[in-house]
């Protein structure tokens, strides 16, 4: 049974930072796509890092030059590192696996306030 825990969440000031980390449990054959969602109160789920089976990255346009996406192969984890936050990124984060199927992380809370 595949599992996703995803921690590193919580609360920081403006312009801080957080590494978020997704750890990826259990037997799977072939990953296609990694990513990190996030939902904000009254928003759509909304796409903001990916990294391919290949390696290769994308940053949605509101975070670009701020957060980072990496992953360590031999530890089946991928992180999303987040700095220079703002409290438009406040939201519940997810990670997802794309395989044959999805796979879905618990989520972890980012609040970015003074």
């Known amino acids: 049974q595949v599992q996703l825990v995803e921690s590193g969440g919580g609360m920081v000031q403006p312009g801080g930072s957080l590494r978020l980390s997704c750890a990826v449990s259990g037997s799977i054959s072939r990953i296609n796509f990694m990513g990190w969602y996030r939902r904000a109160p009254g928003k759509e789920r909304e796409l903001v890092a990916s990294?391919?089976?290949?390696?290769?990255?994308n940053l949605a346009d509101s975070v670009r030059g701020r957060f980072t996406i990496s992953r360590d192969i031999a530890k089946n984890t991928v992180f999303l590192q987040m700095n220079s936050l703002k409290p438009e990124d406040t939201a519940v984060y997810y990670c997802?696996?794309?395989?044959?199927?999805?796979?879905w992380g618990q989520g972890t809370q980012v609040t970015v306030s003074s």
């Open positions: 997802n696996l794309r395989s044959l199927i999805d796979y």
């Open positions: 990294i391919s089976g290949g390696g290769s990255t």
